[in-house]
């Protein structure tokens, strides 16, 4: 197998991996993995808002999972770790499942989208942007974008600064699709300070300093 062959087999596994860690993980507020490959097996860096439901009482949870990965994915020897998302609310990924959630439930599309909007807010974000598309009202599809905050939008600015996730939900009225975009304020780089020397008075018979 070709080096590119081999590149684009191991990104498709990837994105399959990631899916099913998606759907496996959603109560445990999934934001994303990290794989890394070493001469010991497979690293998994799982980020989740509750790690403790996938961890599971004396690691079972954990176990079950580990061996789901080694035999739907053929990965060598896999490695879990889990982290804790410190502040789920700048997390694209896990605001896109708690808008799904609460869509899935009864709530308005409106009501949830604006409630998340301003968890991301109140969690210190410099910006924030939330799309809801499908058929939300009648059997026209369209879509609503909500907004807050201040969120680059094109410029190598946009793309190292702005997180954005995707997801969706199947309700009656037919497929929603759901799209977030955060700017964290510490993201952005410190502003400079110009600050003036100062020159120093010229001593008695002498010559200034600078």
């Given at each position: 197998m070709s080096a590119v062959k081999n590149v684009m087999k191991n990104f498709a596994r990837n994105v399959e991996l990631d899916e099913f860690l998606e759907s496996k993980l959603k109560?445990?507020?999934?934001?994303?993995?990290?794989?890394?490959?070493t001469p010991m097996g497979s690293r998994i860096t799982l980020y989740v808002s509750r790690p403790g439901l996938v961890i599971g009482r004396r690691g079972i949870g954990i176990k079950d999972l580990t061996e789901s990965l080694e035999k739907k994915f053929q990965l060598p020897n896999p490695q879990i770790a889990v982290m804790e998302v410190e502040v789920p609310e700048l997390n694209p990924r896990i605001m896109c499942s708690r808008i799904a959630s609460s869509v899935t439930r009864g709530t308005a599309f409106r009501r949830a989208a604006n409630y998340a909007l301003n968890a991301i807010m109140n969690a210190g974000a410099m910006g924030a942007e939330i799309s809801i598309a499908?058929?939300?009202?009648?059997?026209?599809?369209?879509?609503?974008?909500?907004?807050?905050?201040?969120?680059?939008k094109s410029g190598d600015t946009a793309k190292k600064i702005v997180r954005e996730a995707t997801s969706d939900v199947l309700l009656k009225l037919g497929l929603y699709g759901i799209k977030v975009k955060i700017a964290p304020r510490e993201a952005?780089?410190?502003?400079?300070?110009?600050?003036e020397a100062a020159v120093q008075?010229?001593?008695?018979?002498?010559?200034?300093?600078?």
């Open positions: 109560d445990a507020g999934y934001g994303g993995t990290d794989i890394l490959k499908g058929k939300l009202r009648s059997e026209r599809s369209r879509h609503e974008k909500y907004r807050a905050g201040v969120i680059p952005i780089p410190p502003e400079v300070e110009i600050v008075a010229p001593a008695e018979g002498g010559i200034a300093a600078a």
